[in-house]
Nanobody
Framework: QAQLVESGGGLVQAGGSLRLSCTAS????????MGWFRQAPGKEREFVAA????????YYADSVKGRFTISRDNAKNTMYLQMNSVKPEDTAVYYC??????????????????WGQGTQVTVSS
């Protein structure tokens, strides 16, 4: 069973930076569209960022645009989320996800077939 494993979460002060990683167990994911989602306590899971299989096209939620950067290194089967200028409202469990193709529904969590277990990000004020 193909798996996604997130890492890199932790506690960071507001204004600081953090880099999340998502490593896939299979090279199959090199051809998949991938994304990052997050879920704060008491809130629904929300879209953060997405990337086409090559990383040539990336998309962001308005709340993180200009602060977060999604990238991927397919040779390492790994996707990243560089988080800069973090805010307390960025506190959430962050999940990576993958799907075999990319289309206009990339912001919808139900469109993704594979999910990691999540990594906690806590931003202190």
């Amino acid at each position: 069973q193909a798996q996604l494993v997130e890492s890199g979460g932790g506690l960071v002060q507001a204004g600081g930076s953090l880099r999340l990683s998502c490593t896939a167990s299979s090279a199959t994911f090199r051809s998949y569209a991938m994304g990052w989602f997050r879920q704060a306590p008491g809130k629904e899971r929300e879209f953060v960022a997405a990337s086409t299989w090559s990383g040539g096209n990336t998309y962001y939620a308005d709340s993180v645009k200009g602060r977060f950067t999604i990238s991927r290194d397919n040779a390492k089967n790994t996707m990243y989320l560089q988080m800069n200028s973090v805010k307390p409202e960025d506190t959430a469990v962050y999940y990576c996800a993958a799907r075999p193709w990319f289309d206009r529904h990339y912001v919808r969590s139900e469109e993704y077939d594979y999910w990691g277990q999540g990594t906690q990000v806590t931003v202190s004020s």
